[in-house]
Nanobody
Framework: QVQLVESGGGLVQAGGSLRLSCASSGIIISIYTMGWYRQAPGKQRELVATITSGGSTNYADSVKGRFTISRDNAKNMVALQMNSLKPEDTAVYYC?????????WGQGTQVTVSS
């Protein structure tokens, strides 16, 4: 059974930082593109950042320069370091493991940024 479990969300003031982690089991993430997505109330889920099996990264324009995605294949984990947080970053953040045509999702972790 595949499980992706996010942790590290919470409430933070604008300008603060959080580090999200995603622990994976049931898959070997080294062959997957790993990603973070988010969904704010009333909005569609959107891509935040991805990292390929080779380590190439891609970021949404809204988070470039503030967020950093990383992976630790030995620990089967992926992380998202979020700095200079803004109220508009408030959302549920989801971990994703993708290898076409397969995609796995975590249950999400809430991030709330107060102004």
């Amino acid at each position: 059974q595949v499980q992706l479990v996010e942790s590290g969300g919470g409430l933070v003031q604008a300008g603060g930082s959080l580090r999200l982690s995603c622990a994976s089991s049931g898959i070997i993430i080294s062959i997957y593109t790993m990603g973070w997505y988010r969904q704010a109330p009333g909005k569609q889920r959107e891509l935040v950042a991805t990292i390929t099996s080779g380590g190439s990264t891609n970021y949404a324009d809204s988070v470039k320069g503030r967020f950093t995605i990383s992976r630790d294949n030995a620990k089967n984990m992926v992380a998202l370091q979020m700095n200079s947080l803004k109220p508009e970053d408030t959302a549920v953040y989801y971990c994703n493991a993708g290898r076409f045509p397969i995609a796995y999702w975590g249950q999400g972790t809430q991030v709330t940024v107060s102004s």
